[in-house]
């Protein structure tokens, strides 16, 4: 029985079909849609655990659809599949809400393996909703709602925001490097050259200076990664 349904918006009928066949196969139900039209009507009537996006689409495009997600579901885990593979690109859909950016031609079984980490990641989420929030510096991070907050008002994080920012409060003032980050928060391993971290960090970082000004709390540690201080002054 399937537990979790996940959402193909692919203009190609070859690629949906695969990725449809292998989805299934693993125990997932799947929707698909051939356009961007289309897959946001099925978004908002099936409420699908996780999306599946090429950006090249007809009617509304990829980076369209994910900013109108994002607009109405900031939790939704979104992995975008595109052939376009500029630095840019990849940025870009991060920047906008994208969880996961995947180069076409890529293998079904990364495809597969990919998804079941998101989606562990996300009930791994709702298990430490249990453990309580971590308040500090005026900041209150809530696994519960999975959000953060400063004066009671919401910081207005993404999931994958509030996630890098969970693993690095819950490593108690020790730096971690890039790869424990984004093995933490997206549940597998960091190829080379992938700079979804600091995408993120920088998105988090942002964030948090606005509802809270005059205080940095994630400082660059140089030589190794990342690491989460209440205590730091904002320099600028």
């Given at each position: 029985?399937?537990?979790?349904?996940?959402?193909i918006v692919e203009d190609d009928p070859?690629?949906?079909?695969?990725m449809s066949y292998h989805l299934g196969r693993a125990g997932y139900r799947i929707l698909t849609a051939a356009d961007g039209g289309t897959g946001l009507r099925l978004f908002r009537r099936e409420r699908p655990d996780l999306v599946v996006l090429d950006l090249m689409l007809p009617q509304v495009d990829g980076w369209r659809f994910t900013e109108e997600v994002r607009a109405d579901d900031p939790d939704v885990p979104i992995i975008m599949c595109s052939a376009?593979?500029?630095?840019?690109?990849r940025v870009h859909g991060l920047d906008i809400g994208a969880d996961d950016y995947i180069v076409k031609p890529?293998?079904?079984k990364e495809l597969v393996a990919r998804v079941g980490a998101h989606l562990r990641r996300r009930d791994k989420e709702r298990?430490?909703?249990s453990e309580g929030p971590i308040e500090t510096a005026g900041l209150v991070i809530d696994p519960a709602q999975v959000q953060a907050f400063a004066g009671g008002q919401s910081v207005g994080l993404t999931a994958r925001e509030f996630q890098v920012l969970l693993v690095l409060a819950a490593a108690d003032g020790r730096?971690?490097?890039r790869n424990k980050i984004y093995r933490e928060a997206w549940g597998y391993e960091m190829m080379s050259g992938d700079r979804s971290v600091d995408v993120f960090v920088r998105k988090v970082r942002q964030k948090l200076r606005a509802a809270i000004p005059g205080t940095d709390f994630i400082i660059t540690h140089y030589g190794v990664?990342?690491?989460?201080?209440?205590?730091a002054c904002d320099p600028g």
């Open positions: 029985m399937a537990t979790h349904t996940i959402l070859a690629i949906s079909d695969s376009r593979t500029s630095e840019h690109d890529f293998s079904t298990a430490r909703a730096p971690l490097a990664g990342y690491r989460f201080d209440p205590t």
